[in-house]
């Protein structure tokens, strides 16, 4: 099973970069997007229905802002559109397919800046999301949850993390809660579990010479439920072509979307 992630911030800027040709040349099983920036009924049929796949979108209400969508080449057996939270799903921030055995959701969480009243919005979503965590947690199949958290979890997921300290997505009580939902909650950071190189980050700045010199932050994730520990195989940010500012998750599980698993596991 591969799933792609990424924030295209702006969908339609993403496809005029190419996007979509290189998406249907990935092969992956499900492709999440976020921060589309435009409702489903401005986009053209391609940007849809790309190839073989077949696209599913939550839009915020606002215009330009927001909204996420996945992308499946299976048919998912449902859809989930947002956390049954108004004023969180207004904004867009959350579409899952479910499949037989796997749950596989696209999210976009709040950017926030410290010290104003967006941070504090996000860390509104922050704790709602917590709560729908620990509810999926008794539910008896995998999740997987993808997308842009805006925070940065290990000092290793900064470039100078010493001089970001404090700034958001670096702030102390945003990675407790980063803490606790990749400890006593059992979560896993699955790009984490296939890949442990230094350096490896999803989003730079927009200073020049931030993508060139690596300088970036590691913010977009692939969040699983403890059934998924040990399942990711391969696990990249694709760094060789800019369709935005973030670059897409890439990580291949050894799991299969419906029917067994082809593994035997340890």
């Known amino acids: 099973m591969r799933i792609i992630s990424l924030n295209v911030n702006g969908i339609k800027q993403a496809a005029e970069k190419g996007f979509f040709e290189w998406m249907i040349k990935q092969d992956a099983d499900v492709v ?19 190839g073989n796949y077949s696209g599913y979108f939550f839009d915020a209400d606002e215009d330009g802002f927001s909204g996420v969508a996945v992308y499946c080449k299976e048919p998912p057996k449902a859809i989930m559109f947002g956390l049954g939270n108004p004023e969180f799903d207004m904004e867009g921030r959350f579409i899952q397919a479910d499949f037989e055995k796997v749950s596989i959701a696209s999210v976009l969480f709040p950017s926030g800046v410290a010290g104003t009243p967006l941070q504090d919005h996000k860390f509104q979503f922050m704790k709602a999301f917590m709560g729908h965590l620990k509810k999926t947690l008794r539910k008896r199949r995998d999740f997987l949850f993808c997308g842009t958290f805006y925070v940065a979890h290990k000092t290793h997921d900064v470039h100078d993390w010493k001089n970001q300290q404090g700034k958001s997505g670096f702030m102390d009580e945003e990675r407790a809660w980063m ?18 190189d230094q350096d490896e980050f999803s989003w730079w700045p927009q200073e020049e010479g931030a993508w060139e010199r690596n300088e970036g932050w590691r913010i977009d994730y692939q969040l699983g439920t403890p059934g998924l520990k ?31 698993e082809d593994f035997d596991f340890f």
Do not use: T, W
Not at 179 to 196: L, T
Not at 239 to 258: A, C, M, Q, T, W
């Open 230 to 260: 040990r399942r990711a195989a391969q696990a990249k940010v694709y760094k060789n072509k800019r369709f935005s500012d973030h670059g897409p998750v890439i990580i291949d599980y050894d799991y299969e979307l419906n029917g067994e």
């Open 179 to 196: 803490d606790h939902i990749f400890g006593p909650m059992g979560y896993v950071d699955c790009f984490r579990e296939a890949n442990y």
């Open 32 to 50: 999440c997007v976020q921060d589309l920036q435009a409702k489903e009924y401005q986009l053209s049929e391609e940007m849809i229905n790309p």
